[in-house]
Protein backbone atom coordinates (compact mmCIF):
# COMPACT_ATOMS: atom_id res chain seq x y z
CA UNK A 1 0.00 0.00 0.00
CA UNK A 2 1.33 3.19 -0.99
CA UNK A 3 0.79 5.39 2.22
CA UNK A 4 -0.72 9.22 2.42
CA UNK A 5 2.93 10.14 4.23
CA UNK A 6 5.39 8.46 5.77
CA UNK A 7 7.84 10.41 8.25
CA UNK A 8 10.44 7.77 8.25
CA UNK A 9 11.38 8.25 4.55
CA UNK A 10 12.14 12.05 5.59
CA UNK A 11 14.29 11.10 8.16
CA UNK A 12 16.24 8.40 5.72
CA UNK A 13 16.87 11.49 3.19
CA UNK A 14 19.35 12.53 5.47
CA UNK A 15 19.87 10.21 8.59
CA UNK A 16 23.82 10.82 9.13
CA UNK A 17 23.01 14.71 9.13
CA UNK A 18 19.97 14.35 11.93
CA UNK A 19 22.26 11.74 14.23
CA UNK A 20 25.05 13.72 14.04
CA UNK A 21 23.42 16.87 15.25
CA UNK A 22 20.76 14.24 18.00
CA UNK A 23 24.54 13.71 19.15
CA UNK A 24 25.78 17.14 19.23
CA UNK A 25 23.14 18.38 21.02
CA UNK A 26 23.23 15.03 23.16
CA UNK A 27 27.13 15.79 23.72
CA UNK A 28 26.62 19.62 24.65
CA UNK A 29 25.44 19.51 27.95
CA UNK A 30 22.54 22.61 26.93
CA UNK A 31 19.04 21.49 26.53
CA UNK A 32 16.67 24.57 26.85
CA UNK A 33 16.93 27.96 25.82
CA UNK A 34 20.54 28.20 23.83
CA UNK A 35 22.71 27.89 20.95
CA UNK A 36 20.58 25.81 18.79
CA UNK A 37 17.28 27.77 19.41
CA UNK A 38 18.86 31.17 18.52
CA UNK A 39 20.93 29.69 15.53
CA UNK A 40 17.23 28.05 13.95
CA UNK A 41 15.58 31.39 14.82
CA UNK A 42 18.18 33.43 13.06
CA UNK A 43 18.43 30.81 9.81
CA UNK A 44 14.90 30.55 9.37
CA UNK A 45 14.07 34.65 9.56
CA UNK A 46 17.22 35.09 7.14
CA UNK A 47 15.81 31.92 4.69
CA UNK A 48 12.10 33.84 4.68
CA UNK A 49 12.81 37.20 4.33
CA UNK A 50 14.71 40.54 5.07
CA UNK A 51 14.28 42.29 8.34
CA UNK A 52 11.98 39.56 9.75
CA UNK A 53 12.42 38.21 13.40
CA UNK A 54 11.17 34.88 14.63
CA UNK A 55 10.86 33.73 17.97
CA UNK A 56 11.04 29.66 18.66
CA UNK A 57 8.16 27.98 20.80
CA UNK A 58 6.81 24.87 21.50
CA UNK A 59 3.95 24.21 18.71
CA UNK A 60 1.95 25.76 16.21
CA UNK A 61 -1.22 26.52 18.59
CA UNK A 62 1.03 28.36 21.12
CA UNK A 63 2.34 30.34 18.64
CA UNK A 64 -0.57 31.64 17.47
CA UNK A 65 -2.08 31.60 21.78
CA UNK A 66 1.31 33.85 21.93
CA UNK A 67 1.33 35.78 19.24
CA UNK A 68 -2.08 36.92 19.23
CA UNK A 69 -1.42 37.84 23.12
CA UNK A 70 1.90 39.68 22.06
CA UNK A 71 -0.27 41.73 19.53
CA UNK A 72 -2.78 42.74 22.57
CA UNK A 73 -5.22 40.27 21.29
CA UNK A 74 -7.72 39.37 23.73
CA UNK A 75 -11.73 39.42 25.51
CA UNK A 76 -13.94 40.95 23.54
CA UNK A 77 -11.96 41.18 20.38
CA UNK A 78 -13.40 39.29 17.06
CA UNK A 79 -11.16 37.42 14.54
CA UNK A 80 -11.83 36.62 11.27
CA UNK A 81 -10.84 33.13 9.69
CA UNK A 82 -12.17 31.04 7.28
CA UNK A 83 -14.40 27.90 8.10
CA UNK A 84 -12.93 25.47 6.48
CA UNK A 85 -9.98 26.06 8.16
CA UNK A 86 -7.87 23.63 11.16
CA UNK A 87 -8.97 24.16 14.20
CA UNK A 88 -6.02 24.79 16.11
CA UNK A 89 -6.26 28.45 14.35
CA UNK A 90 -9.53 28.83 15.89
CA UNK A 91 -8.21 27.60 19.22
CA UNK A 92 -5.22 29.68 19.59
CA UNK A 93 -7.58 32.77 18.85
CA UNK A 94 -9.54 31.21 21.71
CA UNK A 95 -7.09 30.74 23.90
CA UNK A 96 -6.50 34.02 24.24
CA UNK A 97 -9.79 34.82 25.19
CA UNK A 98 -11.26 36.24 21.57
CA UNK A 99 -14.06 35.08 19.47
CA UNK A 100 -13.10 33.49 15.95
CA UNK A 101 -15.55 34.76 13.43
CA UNK A 102 -16.34 32.23 10.54
CA UNK A 103 -16.48 32.98 6.54
CA UNK A 104 -16.47 31.25 3.39
CA UNK A 105 -13.49 30.58 1.45
CA UNK A 106 -12.71 30.68 -2.25
CA UNK A 107 -12.37 28.48 -5.00
CA UNK A 108 -9.18 28.02 -3.50
CA UNK A 109 -9.63 27.12 -0.36
CA UNK A 110 -8.22 29.93 1.00
CA UNK A 111 -10.04 33.18 2.68
CA UNK A 112 -12.03 35.48 0.42
CA UNK A 113 -10.92 38.89 0.44
CA UNK A 114 -14.65 39.91 0.16
CA UNK A 115 -15.75 37.85 2.86
CA UNK A 116 -14.28 39.81 5.23
CA UNK A 117 -16.19 43.52 4.98
CA UNK A 118 -19.55 41.16 5.42
CA UNK A 119 -17.97 39.72 8.75
CA UNK A 120 -16.78 42.75 9.92
CA UNK A 121 -18.67 44.23 13.38
CA UNK A 122 -17.13 46.83 15.97
CA UNK A 123 -15.69 44.01 18.03
CA UNK A 124 -13.76 42.72 15.06
CA UNK A 125 -9.86 43.33 15.53
CA UNK A 126 -7.59 41.18 13.00
CA UNK A 127 -8.22 38.96 10.14
CA UNK A 128 -6.34 35.43 10.00
CA UNK A 129 -5.26 34.35 7.27
CA UNK A 130 -4.97 30.26 6.70
CA UNK A 131 -2.91 29.50 3.63
CA UNK A 132 -4.21 26.31 3.30
CA UNK A 133 -2.69 22.79 2.15
CA UNK A 134 0.54 24.11 1.27
CA UNK A 135 -0.75 26.92 -1.61
CA UNK A 136 -0.42 31.15 -0.74
CA UNK A 137 -3.28 32.90 -0.03
CA UNK A 138 -3.88 35.98 -2.56
CA UNK A 139 -2.69 39.02 -0.55
CA UNK A 140 -3.29 42.33 -2.43
CA UNK A 141 -6.93 42.65 -1.53
CA UNK A 142 -6.89 40.96 2.18
CA UNK A 143 -4.50 43.33 2.65
CA UNK A 144 -6.07 46.43 1.09
CA UNK A 145 -9.20 45.28 3.04
CA UNK A 146 -7.44 45.24 6.43
CA UNK A 147 -5.80 48.37 5.87
CA UNK A 148 -8.89 50.13 4.64
CA UNK A 149 -11.11 48.76 7.41
CA UNK A 150 -8.57 49.36 10.07
CA UNK A 151 -8.05 45.80 11.24
CA UNK A 152 -4.92 43.94 12.19
CA UNK A 153 -3.53 40.98 9.82
CA UNK A 154 -2.20 37.51 10.60
CA UNK A 155 -1.02 34.79 9.00
CA UNK A 156 -0.96 30.57 10.15
CA UNK A 157 1.78 29.55 7.81
CA UNK A 158 1.39 25.81 9.61
CA UNK A 159 1.22 24.45 5.87
CA UNK A 160 3.03 27.37 3.71
CA UNK A 161 6.29 26.92 4.42
CA UNK A 162 7.74 29.20 1.88
CA UNK A 163 5.08 29.25 -0.23
CA UNK A 164 4.66 32.88 -1.72
CA UNK A 165 2.35 35.72 -3.12
CA UNK A 166 3.99 37.65 -5.99
CA UNK A 167 7.79 36.55 -4.88
CA UNK A 168 7.06 37.34 -1.23
CA UNK A 169 7.12 34.51 1.28
CA UNK A 170 4.28 33.70 3.25
CA UNK A 171 4.31 34.95 6.67
CA UNK A 172 5.77 38.41 6.16
CA UNK A 173 2.05 39.82 5.03
CA UNK A 174 1.00 41.07 8.08
CA UNK A 175 1.43 41.89 12.15
CA UNK A 176 2.69 38.50 13.08
CA UNK A 177 2.84 34.86 11.41
CA UNK A 178 2.63 31.64 13.32
CA UNK A 179 4.18 28.54 12.37
CA UNK A 180 4.37 24.72 13.18
CA UNK A 181 6.78 22.18 12.76
CA UNK A 182 4.99 19.29 13.80
CA UNK A 183 6.88 16.52 12.36
CA UNK A 184 4.29 16.30 8.68
CA UNK A 185 4.49 19.55 8.15
CA UNK A 186 6.72 20.61 5.17
CA UNK A 187 9.17 21.86 7.31
CA UNK A 188 9.16 19.09 10.49
CA UNK A 189 10.75 18.68 13.39
CA UNK A 190 11.59 15.13 14.84
CA UNK A 191 8.80 15.66 17.90
CA UNK A 192 6.36 19.44 18.24
CA UNK A 193 8.09 22.71 17.46
CA UNK A 194 7.02 26.13 16.16
CA UNK A 195 7.46 29.98 15.59
CA UNK A 196 6.36 33.54 15.74
CA UNK A 197 7.57 35.64 12.74
CA UNK A 198 7.04 39.54 12.51
CA UNK A 199 8.80 42.39 11.30
CA UNK A 200 7.75 44.31 13.98
CA UNK A 201 10.03 42.84 17.09
CA UNK A 202 7.93 44.30 19.98
CA UNK A 203 6.13 41.02 18.76
CA UNK A 204 8.51 38.73 18.80
CA UNK A 205 10.31 39.67 21.89
CA UNK A 206 7.31 39.86 23.95
CA UNK A 207 7.09 35.87 23.13
CA UNK A 208 10.43 35.80 24.13
CA UNK A 209 9.48 37.02 27.56
CA UNK A 210 5.88 35.05 27.39
CA UNK A 211 7.24 31.53 26.33
CA UNK A 212 9.59 31.92 29.44
CA UNK A 213 7.37 32.32 32.35
CA UNK A 214 7.00 36.43 31.36
CA UNK A 215 10.18 36.25 32.54
CA UNK A 216 12.73 39.18 30.48
CA UNK A 217 16.21 38.19 32.17
CA UNK A 218 16.20 35.04 35.10
CA UNK A 219 14.24 34.79 37.63
CA UNK A 220 12.91 38.70 37.00
CA UNK A 221 9.33 38.03 36.03
CA UNK A 222 7.15 41.14 34.14
CA UNK A 223 4.06 39.25 32.67
CA UNK A 224 2.23 36.24 33.35
CA UNK A 225 3.96 33.59 30.95
CA UNK A 226 3.57 30.20 30.20
CA UNK A 227 6.22 27.75 29.89
CA UNK A 228 6.34 27.45 25.58
CA UNK A 229 10.08 27.08 24.61
CA UNK A 230 11.34 25.67 21.72
CA UNK A 231 14.10 22.99 22.68
CA UNK A 232 17.29 22.52 21.56
CA UNK A 233 16.91 19.25 19.98
CA UNK A 234 14.08 20.23 17.92
CA UNK A 235 15.77 23.23 17.01
CA UNK A 236 19.22 21.21 16.07
CA UNK A 237 17.00 18.95 14.09
CA UNK A 238 14.91 21.64 12.25
CA UNK A 239 18.45 23.63 11.47
CA UNK A 240 18.98 20.59 9.42
CA UNK A 241 15.78 20.35 7.91
CA UNK A 242 15.89 24.31 6.88
CA UNK A 243 19.27 23.83 5.02
CA UNK A 244 17.34 21.35 2.58
CA UNK A 245 14.35 22.93 2.40
CA UNK A 246 14.67 23.81 -2.08
CA UNK A 247 15.14 20.50 -2.54
CA UNK A 248 12.37 19.28 -0.50
CA UNK A 249 9.42 21.52 -2.23
CA UNK A 250 11.06 21.05 -5.63
CA UNK A 251 10.31 16.82 -4.91
CA UNK A 252 7.26 18.06 -3.89
CA UNK A 253 6.54 20.39 -6.67
CA UNK A 254 7.57 17.80 -9.58
CA UNK A 255 5.05 14.86 -7.88
CA UNK A 256 2.45 17.49 -7.98
CA UNK A 257 3.25 18.55 -11.71
CA UNK A 258 3.09 14.72 -12.33
CA UNK A 259 -0.23 14.50 -10.89
CA UNK A 260 -1.27 17.49 -12.61
CA UNK A 261 -0.27 16.80 -16.05
CA UNK A 262 -0.85 12.99 -16.03
CA UNK A 263 -4.69 12.72 -14.20
CA UNK A 264 -7.26 12.89 -16.21
CA UNK A 265 -10.46 11.39 -15.25
CA UNK A 266 -13.69 13.78 -15.46
CA UNK A 267 -14.87 12.44 -12.02
CA UNK A 268 -11.78 13.50 -9.83
CA UNK A 269 -11.26 17.50 -9.63
CA UNK A 270 -7.48 18.45 -9.35
CA UNK A 271 -6.72 21.59 -7.60
CA UNK A 272 -6.05 24.93 -8.54
CA UNK A 273 -3.50 27.31 -8.01
CA UNK A 274 -4.53 30.98 -7.92
CA UNK A 275 -2.48 33.40 -9.98
CA UNK A 276 0.78 34.91 -8.21
CA UNK A 277 0.18 32.12 -5.75
CA UNK A 278 2.92 29.76 -5.54
CA UNK A 279 1.93 26.34 -3.99
CA UNK A 280 4.54 24.40 -1.93
CA UNK A 281 2.62 21.10 -1.72
CA UNK A 282 2.11 20.31 2.08
CA UNK A 283 -1.18 18.36 0.59
CA UNK A 284 -2.56 17.17 -2.81
CA UNK A 285 -5.88 17.74 -2.46
CA UNK A 286 -8.96 16.65 -5.28
CA UNK A 287 -12.61 16.87 -5.28
CA UNK A 288 -14.61 13.79 -5.93
CA UNK A 289 -18.88 13.67 -5.60
CA UNK A 290 -18.66 9.97 -4.46
CA UNK A 291 -15.56 10.32 -2.28
CA UNK A 292 -16.54 6.92 -0.67
CA UNK A 293 -16.13 5.13 -3.83
CA UNK A 294 -13.26 6.92 -4.63
CA UNK A 295 -11.49 6.08 -1.49
CA UNK A 296 -12.79 2.52 -1.77
CA UNK A 297 -11.48 2.12 -5.31
CA UNK A 298 -7.90 3.79 -4.70
CA UNK A 299 -7.60 0.99 -1.84
CA UNK A 300 -8.31 -1.56 -3.88
CA UNK A 301 -5.72 -0.44 -6.02
CA UNK A 302 -3.05 -0.35 -2.89
CA UNK A 303 -2.92 3.58 -2.62
CA UNK A 304 -3.90 4.82 1.04
CA UNK A 305 -6.39 8.30 0.86
CA UNK A 306 -7.17 10.31 3.90
CA UNK A 307 -9.63 13.25 4.43
CA UNK A 308 -8.11 16.44 6.02
CA UNK A 309 -10.98 17.49 6.99
CA UNK A 310 -14.02 15.55 6.86
CA UNK A 311 -16.03 18.05 10.24
CA UNK A 312 -15.31 21.48 9.96
CA UNK A 313 -14.57 23.37 13.28
CA UNK A 314 -17.08 24.69 13.87
CA UNK A 315 -19.21 21.71 13.76
CA UNK A 316 -17.18 19.55 16.28
CA UNK A 317 -18.83 19.71 19.70
CA UNK A 318 -16.74 21.94 21.87
CA UNK A 319 -17.72 25.05 19.10
CA UNK A 320 -21.48 23.97 18.78
CA UNK A 321 -22.13 24.18 22.13
CA UNK A 322 -19.93 27.99 22.83
CA UNK A 323 -21.12 29.64 19.09
CA UNK A 324 -24.22 27.71 17.99
CA UNK A 325 -23.34 26.97 15.13
CA UNK A 326 -24.95 24.26 13.25
CA UNK A 327 -25.08 22.35 10.12
CA UNK A 328 -26.09 24.67 6.95
CA UNK A 329 -24.25 27.54 8.79
CA UNK A 330 -21.57 27.65 5.96
CA UNK A 331 -22.80 25.73 2.94
CA UNK A 332 -19.54 26.40 0.86
CA UNK A 333 -17.35 24.89 3.61
CA UNK A 334 -19.68 21.64 4.68
CA UNK A 335 -19.81 20.44 0.58
CA UNK A 336 -15.73 20.82 0.47
CA UNK A 337 -15.26 18.57 3.34
CA UNK A 338 -17.48 16.55 2.40
CA UNK A 339 -15.91 15.93 -1.02
CA UNK A 340 -12.26 16.93 -0.70
CA UNK A 341 -9.41 13.75 -0.75
CA UNK A 342 -5.81 13.74 -0.48
CA UNK A 343 -3.63 11.77 -1.94
CA UNK A 344 -0.25 10.52 -1.20
CA UNK A 345 2.49 13.47 -1.49
CA UNK A 346 5.83 13.08 0.48
CA UNK A 347 8.89 13.29 0.35
CA UNK A 348 10.15 11.27 -1.03
CA UNK A 349 8.33 9.22 -3.62
CA UNK A 350 9.71 6.59 -6.46
CA UNK A 351 8.61 7.34 -9.78
CA UNK A 352 6.70 4.12 -9.95
CA UNK A 353 4.75 4.76 -6.62
CA UNK A 354 3.94 8.40 -8.29
CA UNK A 355 2.60 6.34 -11.81
CA UNK A 356 0.57 3.96 -9.71
CA UNK A 357 -0.92 6.46 -8.05
CA UNK A 358 -1.63 8.18 -11.14
CA UNK A 359 -2.94 5.24 -12.77
CA UNK A 360 -5.32 4.33 -9.96
CA UNK A 361 -6.94 7.38 -10.04
CA UNK A 362 -7.24 7.51 -14.01
CA UNK A 363 -8.61 3.98 -13.71
CA UNK A 364 -11.95 5.14 -11.55
C1 LIG B 1 -0.64 21.96 12.19
C2 LIG B 1 -1.42 23.21 12.21
C3 LIG B 1 -1.55 23.99 13.37
C4 LIG B 1 -1.09 23.54 14.72
O1 LIG B 1 0.25 23.25 14.83
P1 LIG B 1 0.75 22.32 16.04
O2 LIG B 1 2.24 22.47 15.95
O3 LIG B 1 0.29 20.94 15.74
O4 LIG B 1 0.19 22.85 17.30
C5 LIG B 1 -2.19 25.21 13.27
N1 LIG B 1 -2.75 25.62 12.12
C6 LIG B 1 -2.68 24.89 10.99
C7 LIG B 1 -3.29 25.42 9.75
C8 LIG B 1 -2.04 23.65 11.01
O5 LIG B 1 -2.00 22.93 9.89
Excluded at 50 to 60: L, P, S, T
Excluded at 102 to 108: K, L, Q
Excluded at 143 to 156: A, I, K
Excluded at 328 to 346: K, N, Q, R
Aim: glycine share 8%.
Amino acid sequence: MIPVNELARGFKLYQKEYEDRALEVLRSGWYILGRQMTSFEEEFAAALGEDCDCAGVDNGLDAIWLGLRAAGIGAGDEVIVQANGYIATMLGIMNCGATPVFVEPDEYYQLDADAIKKAVTERTKAVMVTHLYGQATRMDRICDECRHLGLMLFEDCAQSHFASFKGVNTGLFGKASFFSFYPTKNLGAFGDAGAVVSKDSAITDAVRILRNYGSDRRYHNIDIGYNMRLDEMQAGLLRVRLSHMEELIANRRHIADRYLNEMKNPKVELPKTAEGCSHTWYQFIVRVDDRKAFMDHMKNEGVATDISWETPPYLQPCMMEKFGYGPGSFPVTEDICAHIVTLPMMEYMEEDEITKVIEAVNAF
